[in-house]
């Protein structure tokens, strides 16, 4: 058996574990059932690839998402593993290696999806293959209770048995409801040995707004993130295409993806949004399962997600290199009416609707939410407080009022109503406003009419919204939508207890700029050069560029500066394989950085249009070809490029005095939004 630690630095090019990762790791090499809950971005591969180079024989990986295992799959044979995948993606001649390497006992770790698991051949494969450790990513798919429920999970059990060999499940969402039903369901209810890694992501700094004009409100925070990978969640199909077709025509490399459309053009935007830096995905939740993509700089939901669960798996997906990154979502009293009736209109039984319920009253706390939303968010999955500083409410505590009153008043005015009446007519009878319908109601006769004249109309929007959002009042499917009173607000109306609701105004704070620099200005352009290798050295490979090195690496790189392969072995990520294949290439880069710079841009390096330079260019690479990729190369001399830099020109026409009318058309837009990002 191989020494964890030797693997680590020789294999993977660490010399040290994350917190957390190293007893998990000891637990599963030595072959003791293992339950590990581990936040997104944590770790969670490693802790089951080096135990399967430490032990011997076969590690089984059930995995749920083609492009997860063939990611992973790849980042393993490119830190010289021999691990395979038996997927419907994969080519013939493929499955044919995969195949010989099981049959030679070469193969250290098979990935494969549950939904094999079902076929009598692959079980009878896999009994005569050696398997010594079963390794389940993703566990929470096995439970019921859980957002991501994937029925064939439930063969893991009978496999497990079936092969007498140990088992280790990981995952990064599991309520104690959903570990229980992993226990019970991988382990047979014995209980194995758990790791509740916490979920806390610091470097993620959260935000959530309500809806005020929803597409402006998205397009404004993409503006003030432009050249940052980003994913952006929608609530249905239809709003992917049309946002992502208003981003698109805004200026932005943007592209939508959902489930109905055809599995290439899935495959499509996968593999694009693996190798393009910059790129914006509007998709639904069916994107970003099998993302392993390390450096999405911020992820936004333009629609409320479905389950405080479900968010924080969204959410997680940024900054999974552990720089800083974004989450901002929207939310509205549409989104909460929505996600009602979907609860009460689903065939469940009514325990689990009820449970539904619960997980969307939480994330509609964690909305409305009056201090701290790390807090918030942590105390669901039951983790410890840590300070936080990195939310929009610790940034800027929200301004309260003492709202009993009001809310009384509101719930009075459903009640007097008989409860079959929706928003916009409730604060009709609130405010008196004499409409046909309230005449023909006989509403301008109740007591309640007329006894709301303090607040305005978008105040009693907010007010019904946020009175949603504590659970105190319901849509009801049965009703079409119309607000009733739940058990909650008894209290309230009795004059038992009181609320204090966030004070509704019309602030918005979506664009701001936030995303920090991975370096320093002046190590800049260092990083970019080091960039431009990976990019081409990826491209060569046709494999994404994070899988030569992530961005943390190549930080670390500009960092250390490493003057010869000796130093450039420890730099965190360079292990033994990649040392090899890659060293001498970013070596080069990074010794000759400054010989390689064109004399324009290397007179601007110590000033502070050194950067602007680079922002510059890396937009002319994005629209060297038109904005669809299309069009013949068109590029800028350095000169031009310089000159902007220092003129930072505020017109289009100031940018075709520089350039020309072709290339001012081409690339004066984009070049325009740099400089007012960086004024």
């Not at 994070?546 to 960092?559: A, E, S």
Request: charged share 25%; aromatic share 6%.
């Amino acid at each position: 058996m191989t020494c964890p630690n030797t693997l680590l630095r020789e294999v993977f090019g660490f010399d040290s574990f994350r917190p957390g990762q190293q007893e998990i790791v000891d637990a599963v090499v030595a072959g003791e059932p293992v339950l590990a809950i581990m936040p997104t971005g944590g770790g969670k591969s490693l802790c089951f690839q080096l135990p399967a180079l430490a032990r011997s024989g076969l590690t089984l990986v059930i995995s749920p998402l083609i492009a997860l295992m063939r990611d992973q799959v790849r980042a393993l044979q490119a830190a010289g593993v021999c691990a395979g995948a038996l997927t419907s993606a994969n080519s013939q001649e493929e499955s044919e290696e995969v195949l010989a390497a099981l049959r030679d006992e070469r193969l250290r770790l098979l990935y494969l999806a549950p939904e094999r698991l079902a076929s009598s051949a692959m079980q009878s494969l896999l009994k005569r293959s050696n398997v010594s450790l079963i390794a389940v990513d993703e566990a929470h798919c096995v439970s019921q209770w859980g957002h991501d429920f994937r029925p064939d999970y439930l063969h893991i059990g009978q496999l497990r048995r079936n092969l007498n060999v140990p088992l280790a499940a990981f995952t990064a969402t599991a309520d104690e409801e959903t570990r229980q039903d992993i226990i019970e369901r991988l382990f047979e209810g014995k209980k194995p040995k758990t790791f509740l890694k916490g979920f806390d992501r610091p470097n993620i700094h959260l935000t959530f707004e309500p809806k005020n004009n929803p597409r402006s409100q998205i397009l404004s925070y993409v503006a003030a993130r432009k050249g940052h990978s980003g994913i952006i969640y929608c609530g249905t199909r239809a709003k992917t295409e049309t946002l992502a077709r208003a981003l698109s025509d805004e200026g932005y490399s943007a592209c939508h993806y959902h489930g109905g459309m055809e599995a290439e053009a899935r495959r499509h935007v996968e593999t694009r949004f693996s190798s393009e830096d910059g790129l914006i995905v509007v998709a639904t939740v069916a994107f970003g399962m099998g993302v392993d993509k390390p450096d999405i700089r911020w992820v936004a939901h333009a629609d409320l997600p479905k389950s405080i669960e479900g968010y924080y798996q969204e959410i997680g997906r940024a900054g999974r290199d552990g720089a800083p990154a974004e989450a901002y979502t929207l939310y509205g009293a549409d989104d909460v009416r929505l996600s009602r009736g979907q609860i009460d209109e689903s065939l469940a039984h009514d325990e689990r609707k009820s449970a539904d319920h619960g997980r969307l009253n939480a994330l509609l706390g964690l909305a409305e939410a009056l201090e701290c939303r790390r807090k918030t968010l942590l105390n669901y999955f039951s983790d410890e407080n840590p300070k936080c500083g990195n939310c929009d409410l610790c940034e800027t505590p929200p301004e309260t009022f003492d709202a009993t009153v009001a809310v009384r008043k509101a719930l009075s005015a459903i009640l007097r109503s008989e409860e079959y009446f929706g928003v916009n007519h409730l604060i009709d009878i609130l405010l008196g406003e004499k409409t046909d319908k309230i005449r023909a109601n006989g509403h301008d006769r109740l007591s309640t009419f007329g006894i709301g004249k303090e607040f305005s109309r978008g105040i009693w929007q907010g007010i019904f919204r946020q009175m949603m959002g504590h659970d105190l009042i319901r849509p009801d499917v049965t009703r079409h939508g119309a607000l009733r009173m739940t058990q909650t607000a008894l209290p309230l109306l009795r004059g038992e207890s009181a609320i204090t609701l966030r004070t509704v105004s019309a602030k918005k704070n979506g664009s701001r700029p936030r995303v920090k620099m991975l370096v320093s200005e002046e190590d800049a352009p260092l990083l970019s050069a080091l960039k431009a290798k990976r990019r081409a050295l990826s491209e060569a490979a046709n494999v994404p560029a994070y899988i030569v090195f992530n961005d943390k690496t190549l930080v670390d790189m500009v960092d250390k500066k490493p003057q010869s392969l000796d130093e450039m072995a420890k730099i965190n990520g360079v292990g033994a394989k990649k040392l090899e294949t890659y060293g001498a290439a970013f070596l080069a880069v990074i010794v000759g950085a400054q010989e390689e710079l064109h004399p324009a841009r290397r007179k601007l390096a110590f000033g502070k249009n050194g950067a602007l330079y680079d922002e510059l260019l890396a937009v002319q690479a994005d629209l060297l070809r038109g904005p669809l990729g299309t069009d013949k190369p068109l590029t800028c001399s350095a000169s031009q490029l310089a000159k902007l830099a220092q003129m930072r020109p505020k017109t289009q026409s100031d940018i075709e005095k520089c350039l020309g009318e072709k290339k001012a058309e081409r690339f004066g837009t984009a070049f325009l939004d740099v400089f007012a990002a960086m004024t």
